[in-house]
């Protein structure tokens, strides 16, 4: 019987990447990326002190560059990196994830065919290497997101030396609300973060919490004083911004923020900035403008959290359901395809899809608990998650992705789930606004 794409995905051998082929990526790596990026690798530690040791990599998820900035930290290291299961169902990913033994993994659910993957690396495999994303998915918001549940937990498991990797700039060159990259400085740092004894010593939560300092980054704060330039050749640069920052600071209104050309305004109130190559927002004369995007996205996640406390918190939208097909690949960069049509529907208890699929009538519910989050994995155009095993996609009529994504993430922390956010994260804080007079001095 001829296996679906599923099933050839899960079947895949698991082995340590070819040294020809490994030098073949990186070569090609190099050319695509190091040099329009401007990368520069800072590395406190000597890797030669680690090639004859099994070595677990962990670094920061910027963009989608991110593996090219790891193997150039890590020199001609053959790496297996670890992946979102759903790329291995695009055709052009297909060969590359095949000849560089890529490890699937499902976003945000538990998965032992992953832990499998490594395991195969890091202790069958002589001098083995594995780099995770263990955030889950590229930032949102331009700062590191917290490390997925269980991160500690599968370190120390492993107990090897675990090298950290952190990426300044990567958002920059790759946006979540825009898939057009600006190119512009990129810099790398490689350090030790644990050695097998320090493993082996610390809790699991110790161990966590050490990976969520070390690699948290935020790009806007680090360009703040650098000023480097990210050149988007049309000059449009906050095109389709209005996928991230969704909610008006002035007025306070959901989905009127329109991100065209330089320029991102709320069609409600008027309230406008301008972008500049360098990630500045400059307001126009009489607006109300967060001192960066960042700050603003936080903002929303304030807000949200406010709006998930009221015990009749509903979202509900009418949304398309696409899923991946049984046989074959997805080219055209498709990521899936349409299958039906429905509401989506969010409160305290969980979220609910009633709609159709493929003709057929479709009710189907996930608990707060098992959905502490949803991946907006290219840009915020839409999202996606797993029910019962299912790659499930929903686009929403309008630009609301990042919305959805906040209120699954905070409703699942109200109902008390494990995976929260970083501790020194102030839900509380008031809000920095600037005005052209400000930004003037």
Excluded at 1 to 14: G, N
Excluded at 30 to 35: C, K, Q, S
Excluded at 324 to 335: E, Q, S, T
Aim: charged letters at 25%.
């Amino acid at each position: 019987m001829k296996k679906t794409t599923d099933q050839a995905v899960k079947s895949v051998k698991i082995k340590k990447v070819n040294g020809f082929i490994n030098a073949v990526l990186s070569r090609v790596a190099r050319w695509v990326y190091f040099r329009p990026c401007k990368v520069e690798i800072n590395r406190t530690v000597d890797l030669d002190d680690y090639k004859d040791k099994p070595v677990l990599i962990v670094a920061n998820h910027a963009s989608r560059f991110d593996y090219a900035f790891v193997n150039f930290a890590m020199k001609r290291r053959p790496i297996n990196f670890v992946a979102a299961e759903n790329e291995f169902h695009r055709s052009k990913f297909k060969f590359i994830f095949r000849i560089g033994h890529v490890i699937p993994k499902r976003n945000f659910v538990p998965d032992t065919k992953t832990i499998r993957g490594m395991a195969q690396i890091l202790r069958k495999e002589k001098n083995g290497c594995v780099a995770i994303f263990p955030c889950g998915m590229s930032t949102a918001s331009g700062a590191q997101q917290p490390s997925m549940i269980g991160t500690g937990k599968m370190l120390k498991h492993f107990g090897v030396h675990v090298l950290g990797v952190r990426i300044h700039g990567g958002y920059l060159v790759c946006p979540k609300f825009d898939v057009k990259e600006r190119f512009g400085k990129v810099e790398v740092e490689l350090f030790e973060m644990f050695n097998p004894q320090q493993l082996h010593e610390m809790t699991a939560d110790e161990v966590q919490m050490k990976v969520d300092k070390e690699l948290f980054c935020d790009d806007y704060d680090w360009n703040s004083s650098r000023q480097n330039s990210y050149n988007r050749k049309d000059g449009n640069y906050a095109e389709n911004m209005e996928q991230i920052l969704y909610k008006c600071p002035k007025c306070g209104a959901e989905m009127q923020m329109e991100g065209r050309g330089n320029k991102i305004q709320c069609k409600h109130c008027g309230n406008a900035a301008t972008l500049d190559d360098k990630y500045n927002l400059v307001p126009t004369e009489g607006s109300l403008i967060p001192v960066n995007p960042r700050e603003w996205f936080d903002w929303q996640r304030r807000e949200m959290c406010k709006a998930v406390s009221d015990p009749n918190f509903v979202l509900e939208e009418h949304v398309t359901l696409s899923m991946m097909p049984k046989y074959g690949y997805l080219r055209h960069n498709k990521v899936a395809l349409p299958v039906g049509d429905g509401t989506l529907h969010l409160d305290r208890e969980g979220m609910t899809y009633t709609g159709t699929r493929d003709g057929q009538a479709l009710t189907l519910f996930i608990p707060r608990e098992a959905i502490p989050t949803i991946c907006l994995p290219v840009d915020g155009s839409f999202f996606y998650t797993y029910a019962s095993g299912e790659f499930l996609s929903f686009i929403p009529d309008s630009p609301s992705c990042m919305r959805w994504s906040l209120a699954v993430e905070e409703v699942y922390r109200i109902g008390g789930g494990k995976w929260v956010n970083y501790p020194w994260f102030d839900y509380k804080a008031a809000l920095r606004l600037q005005s052209p007079s400000l930004t003037d001095k």
